[in-house]
Structure formats: C-alpha cells, structure tokens
C-alpha cells in the first residue's frame, strides 16, 4: 500500500506541503491542474511546475486526479475525436514527469453530489452530508448555486462556470441512455488505452458518487457488476478502477471486500473512507474509524493486505474539526488522522502475517 494524499495546490488549498510531508508514510501528493477547462491540453510548463513545487518536499505526484472528461465525449458528440486527441496530449505530458495514474469519472454533468457540505455529527464536528429527500426535491440548478458559491475554494465538478451550460447539458442529456453511456464510455477507452500502455500510464475510473441515478441523468459506474463490464470493454491491464469504499460503499448490495479481491489486478487506486448509512436514504461522511459509520473499514484494509496490494491509497474524504478552515471534506487534521488509523490496521495485519498466525480476534493482543 503506497499512501498519498490529495492536495489542490498552492493558493488553492488550506493544506501545505511541507504538513504533508510530516504525515507518517505518505509519499506523495494526488494533484491536479484545476484551472484547466475539461477537454483542453494541460501544458508541460504548467505540469513541470508542479513537479518542482511537490519533489521540493520529497513528495512524488506519481496520481492525478482528475483529468476530466469532456461533455461531448460522454455524449458521444461529432465533436469528440477532437477532446480525444487533446486527452491524448495530455496523456504524453504527463507521462514526460513520470505520472502512473489518472483518476477520471464518466458521470454525466455533475461531479459528486452532496445537499449539505457541513453537516452536523454528534460530537458537532462537521462532514459532507446527502440528505435523499432534498435531492428528490430540489431543483438541480438550486443545488448547482449553493455549493459553486462556497467563498473560499473552488469545488471540483462545481466550478460556477458550469451554471451557464447546466440546462443545455440537461437537455442533451434527455434522450442519453445507460447503455449510450457505455457505448460512449468504450469508443473513449478504445482510442486512449493505447496510449496509456504505450506511455506507462493506467486509468483508474472512479464510481459514481452517490451510485444511483440523479436528477433523471444516466449513471453506469455503480456496481460490481457495472465495475466488471467496463473493465470487459478493453481487456487491458490500463484499464482500470479507482476503487473508492464511500463511493461503492453508499449502496447496501455492494460488497467492497469481494470487489477487491475480484479485481485485484485492475485496481491501481485506493480511496477509503467511511459514511454513515441512514434507512430513510441520507448519508453523513464519518471518520475512518470502522466503529464510527456502516463500512468495514478493517475488512476493507484486510482484504487489501491479503492481496498484498502495492497500489496508491488515500484518505479519501474528512470531517472538518478542531476548528480548521478549510476545503470541504479536505482538511488536514481528520485526513491525517485517517491515515494513521489504515496504517495501524495495516500494521496490525502485518504482525499477525509475521507470527504465522490466524483467526486472531485482537491482532495487537500477539506477543512480539
């Protein structure tokens, strides 16, 4: 397990580097060029830049997320070769500053979708939040303003850029099946996998979040069923999942320890995070802590350790507390926190692996 963690940049994250680097066991930053409109070029100097500023601190930005998708390629538009290509270009040049994995989604206009970016947890730190009701409810546009507005950072998939094209998006969208989204999804893959094997670089296609259909709009990256087909689309090792726990973990009929050990080999992205499942459909992002939301997160670290995994993990989300101002869902402070708990896991499952031993109830209960 080769632990990372996601950083926005300088002067667009509250998170330094340097408070990276003193992170026990990270090696490096996920990252991304933002500012980049979804289908144009990302260019080498401004890629060669943030290689500096990360090896700086020793840090690696061997993950990227997300070099997203453009409309016209999930649409299957006339216009797509043309965003294909430029995909293609920035495949190269990431390649130039030895990048190995691309993050990226398919999901049709939005990005993730929460109602709420501080909601209240019982000992009043704050979390992303998906109340079901409102989302039934809410004109998606209402949603669009209120979380493109939060004053101190942009929010990716939410820049407010995107409330000028959101109704023609939805119009476009009106008569795009699941099985369009597929097909349109495969014509992408069997023109960039190429490249990817040509160049080093894997695609790691990150679930739906939430996986279910929002606002009538096709979703197709849900299930292990879903995760099986995509990778059957173009049967090449560089075709691959970000396997995210509090993305797949949302829907009660996916089971995330048999999707790591079915698609072992297809996984090159680790996101582990916890949620709390409530029976009336909302959800609140929790701490890592297993005990603290409905995901087995010390199943899900076991399995990873029992396939001996070699991937990048990160913590995915966090709570916002101790009074940190920061990026939702991205402070320091529980991020931090999130890792030493999978690493004390990870360690936990490594001593029992060294004593030979099995069925253990306590793993630290074992002599040393």
Known sequence: MRMVFRWFGEGNDSVTLPQIKQIPGVEGVVWALHDIPPGEIW???????????????????????????????????????????????????????????????????FDWIRTDL??????????????????????????????????????????????????DL?????????????????????????????????????????????FGLPRIVTTQERLRDILNLVPSNY???????????????????????????????????????FGNGDFIETSHRTN????????????YHDIDFTGYTRPDHGRHIWDEQCRPGYGLYDRALGIMYLWGLWDAYQLVKRKGVSNVTNPFELER
Not at 124 to 142: G, H, I
Not at 190 to 211: G, S, T, W
Not at 292 to 301: F, K, P, W
């Open 239 to 277: 075709n691959g999942i970000t396997l995210c726990s509090g993305a797949l973990g949302l829907r009660r009929d996916n089971d995330i320890v048999s999707m790591i050990h079915e698609f072992q080999e297809r996984i090159h992205f680790a996101h582990i995070r916890n949620v709390k499942l």
């Open 292 to 303: 603290d939301g409905s995901l087995g997160i010390d199943e899900i670290v076991r399995a």
């Open 43 to 109: 260019p080498k100097a401004r890629i060669l830049k943030v290689k500096k500023q990360v090896e700086r601190y020793g840090l690696h930005l061997d993950v990227v997320e997300s070099v997203n998708i453009h409309e016209s390629i999930k649409l299957g538009r006339a216009d797509r070769d043309r965003y294909i290509t430029n995909y293609i270009e920035t495949i190269k040049n990431l390649a130039a500053v030895d990048v190995k994995v691309i993050c990226y989604n398919f999901m049709p206009v």
């Open 118 to 167: 501080y909601g209240s947890l019982p000992d009043k730190s704050t979390a992303l939040f998906y109340e079901k009701a409102k989302v039934t409810d809410m004109d998606p546009l209402e949603l669009v303003k209120k979380i493109a507005a939060n004053p101190d950072y942009t929010m990716p998939g939410w820049e407010p850029e995107r409330l000028e094209i959101l109704k």
């Open 170 to 214: 939805f119009a476009a969208y009106l008569d795009v099946t699941e099985n369009d989204l597929i097909a349109h999804l495969q014509y992408f893959l069997e023109r960039v996998i190429p490249v990817c094997e040509e160049y080093d670089i894997k695609l790691a296609i990150h679930p739906d979040d939430p996986p279910w259909e929002i």
